[in-house]
Each structure stands twice: as structure tokens, then as C-alpha cells.
Nanobody
Framework: QVQLVESGGGLVQAGGSLRLSCAAS????????MGWYRQAPGKQRELVAI???????NYADSVKGRFTISRDNAKNTVYLQMNSLKPEDTAVYYC?????????WGQGTQVTVSS
């Protein structure tokens, strides 16, 4: 069984920063990618950033230049450094792990940006 534990969400003023962490544990083999998605109220879940085992990184256009994804392979942990946060970044952020032929999701962490 695979478990993803997220941390680092919270309330921040516009222009502030937060760092999200997601640690994966369990019977994991052949990780393909780790990433972050978010879902705002009334909207569909969307990709924020993803990093593959091969080092390919992709960001949503709305966060390019403000967010940075990184990964510690030894710890099976992925991070999301979020700078210059905007009210429109407010959402529940979900960690995603693609491994083998499977996908796992974290429980979600709330990020709220006040104006």
C-alpha cells in the first residue's frame, strides 16, 4: 500500500510564499513522476507542476516563474516552492505519484491566499 503525506499548506497574504512537501512511502517501485495538482471551489482539478524520474519538468502557465518543483529521490519526496502567491492560487493542492502502472493521490492540503 502506498501512502502520500502532504504538509506545508496554510494561509498567506498575496505576495507571500509557501512550501509544500509530499513524502511517499510503502511498496513503491519504478516511480515515473511526482507532481502537484490543485482544485479550487467549483473548478476542475488541474496540473500545477510535475517532475519525471528522467528530470523533465512541466509547469502550468499560470505558475511559471513563481513556483518551483523539486524532488529528493532518496526520500521519495517532492516539494513545491510557491512564491509571489496570488489570491487565484487559492485551492486544495494534491500530491500525485505515478509509479509502475499505478497512480496515487495525497489527501490534499489547503492553500489560501488573501488579498
Amino acid at each position: 500500500q502506498v501512502q502520500l503525506v502532504e504538509s506545508g499548506g496554510g494561509l498567506v497574504q498575496a505576495g507571500g510564499s509557501l512550501r509544500l512537501s509530499c513524502a511517499a512511502s510503502g511498496n513503491i517501485f519504478r516511480i515515473n513522476a511526482m507532481g502537484w495538482y490543485r482544485q479550487a471551489p467549483g473548478k476542475q482539478r488541474e496540473l500545477v507542476a510535475i517532475v519525471t524520474t528522467g528530470g523533465y519538468i512541466n509547469y502550468a502557465d499560470s505558475v511559471k516563474g513563481r513556483f518551483t518543483i523539486s524532488r529528493d529521490n532518496a526520500k521519495n519526496t517532492v516539494y513545491l516552492q510557491m512564491n509571489s502567491l496570488k489570491p487565484e492560487d487559492t485551492a486544495v493542492y494534491y500530491c500525485n505519484l505515478s509509479w509502475g502502472q499505478s497512480t496515487s493521490w495525497g489527501q490534499g492540503t489547503q492553500v489560501t491566499v488573501s488579498s
